[in-house]
């Protein structure tokens, strides 16, 4: 399987902070960049924090365990988005994969 692109739902605020609290962020250890947006879905709107162009350095997700992202966070966030809790958007972290064709798109969770 590839994964090209991963995106979390995170609390709205959270993407008009400035300066972000995500400091860093990598996936095995490779230095990523996030991006940031918005969407409306059902009158309702959420924030956006993804990671995309993946397979330029991972091809295919790695056999010997997986893909592991680690979020460096400043505590000192002014909207609370320097936290897990108040970073993600309501009881857990929730996230999709995308590969190149956007044709597979597992969601999970991550508990806070």
Avoid at 41 to 62: A, E, K, M
Wanted: aromatic share 10%; charged share 15%.
């Amino acid at each position: 399987m590839t994964v090209n692109t991963i995106e979390m739902i995170i609390n709205p605020s959270c993407v008009l902070e400035k300066p972000k609290a995500i400091r860093k962020a990598t996936i095995n250890g490779v230095r990523v960049f996030p991006y940031y947006s918005q969407k409306v879905w059902n009158g309702d709107t959420y924030g956006i924090l993804g990671f995309s162009r993946l397979t330029d350095h991972f091809p295919v997700v790695p056999p010997s365990g997986g893909l592991y992202l680690c979020l460096a966070m400043s505590r000192s966030s002014s909207s609370g988005c320097g936290t897990p809790r108040g970073l993600c958007f309501g009881p857990s972290c929730v996230y999709s994969l995308f590969n190149n064709e956007v044709t597979c798109c597992p969601a999970s969770e991550a508990a806070l």
